[in-house]
């Protein structure tokens, strides 16, 4: 995974990022092929081309789209407020709605072009309503102050699942929203032990409220990582797909774990370039400061190779910087997840997968060009 990543990342910086639809179709392929849901591997067969030519007609019609409604909302803005302020929080405001709706395409894409036993999976189109559903649970969660989330976390899941297909048989999602609320429990302690701290801040005992508000802070963080897997957990034990159920058994804390270990590795392994690359911005910004710093005597050797010369180092060493983090969060984080994942799912009775007939191939000529555009993680 390490030598894939990076060789595919070293070609991605050559063609100036064009390459990268294949580095992200070489690497869906790796991942895929390393899932075996029964012992039957995961196939992805996307086309990087399609993903080049559906990031383009994207970034066509975003541009026509952005750049229309941007130019009314700035005239509407210094017509009635004689300033921007407004347009550009408006038009904020109005990239939400694509932003969902291109993680619902995107998802569509990827399952249309992933199989299993040699069947497709299939997404039914649904990202406009899948868009405004998404927009008003979160205004509705924001305004519960999060005590509504278990409730938006199901019933959009639940309308992704429900329109999901293997071969010809349709997925259910079962269950209610409350089920998820047990999922909440490290986040609830959270807010407790916050509201301790509180109460030390009123006491006047300041020391006291800072570390418990610390504290706070450390377990609200592993409670968003513990809602985030046992809810998964949750959702995944409640899908149904023609008689097949599903069980998994991740544990939040080894997966908190393995992205603050792989995130500390990864960091580690780049400081050092990070490091080198600081002097020479500064090199390049003014030599006089690294002498305040007292070590001119370490850069003297590159101080006399040239202004230009430097700044082509820096380059290369940022690219380096850039490889190197791809690579190696490929190896630390990405992979040991997606393995700790999938090594506890289960499929019982797998045989009925058997009777499922092959559905028709989902041509979807844009792919995932809309989530690319937007940079909503549509990466695996």
């Not at 700035?74 to 109005?94: E, K, P, R, T």
């Not at 509504?148 to 899941?157: A, G, H, I, Q, V």
Request: charged letters at 15%.
């Amino acid at each position: 995974m390490f030598w894939l990543a990076l060789r595919t990342g070293f070609l991605t910086v050559l063609t100036l990022g064009v390459y990268r639809f294949w580095m992200r179709t070489r690497l869906r392929r790796w991942y895929w092929s390393s899932i075996r849901p029964g012992g039957h591997p995961l196939e992805y067969v996307g086309d990087p081309i399609e993903k080049l030519l559906g990031f383009l007609f994207a970034v066509v019609v975003l541009a026509f789209y952005i750049g229309i409604v941007n130019l009314i909302l700035m005239f509407a803005s210094f017509s009635l407020f004689q300033d921007n302020f407004a347009a550009y929080a408006v038009s904020l405001v109005g990239v939400i709605p694509l932003w969902f709706f291109a993680q619902y395409r995107a998802r569509r894409y990827v399952l249309a072009r992933t199989r299993w036993r040699g069947l497709r999976f299939g997404l039914e189109p649904g990202a406009l309503g899948y868009a405004w559903r998404a927009v008003l649970h979160w205004i509705v969660t924001i305004l519960s102050l999060g005590l509504l989330l278990p409730r938006m976390t199901f019933w959009l899941e639940k309308y992704k699942t429900d329109r999901t297909f293997f071969g010809t048989a349709r997925m259910s999602q079962g269950g209610s929203w409350k089920m998820l609320y047990p999922s909440m429990k490290p986040m609830f302690a959270a807010l407790a032990i916050a509201l301790g701290g509180g109460v030390a801040f009123l006491s006047e005992n300041y020391p006291a409220g800072i570390g418990i508000c610390i504290l706070a802070a450390f377990v609200g963080i592993y409670g968003l990582v513990h809602y985030r897997v046992d809810s998964l957990r949750r959702l995944t034990e409640t899908k149904t797909v023609n008689g097949v159920a599903f069980t998994l058994s991740p544990n939040p804390f080894r997966v908190l774990m393995i992205y603050v270990l792989g995130t500390f590795l990864a960091s580690a392994a780049v400081f050092f370039p990070l490091v080198v690359l600081g002097v020479f911005m500064l090199l390049i910004q003014s030599a006089d400061v690294l002498t305040e710093m007292g070590i001119e005597d370490m850069i003297a050797p590159v101080a006399g190779m040239g202004r230009y010369a430097i700044i082509g180092l820096s380059v290369m060493i940022y690219f380096t910087i850039f490889l190197l983090w791809s690579a190696l969060t490929n190896v630390f984080i990405t992979l040991p997840v997606i393995r700790h994942y999938f090594s506890s799912l289960t499929l019982a009775p797998a045989e009925a997968a058997a009777n499922i007939q092959q559905r028709p191939r989902d041509e979807f000529a844009e792919a995932e060009g809309f989530a690319d555009a937007l940079d909503v993680g549509a990466s695996l």
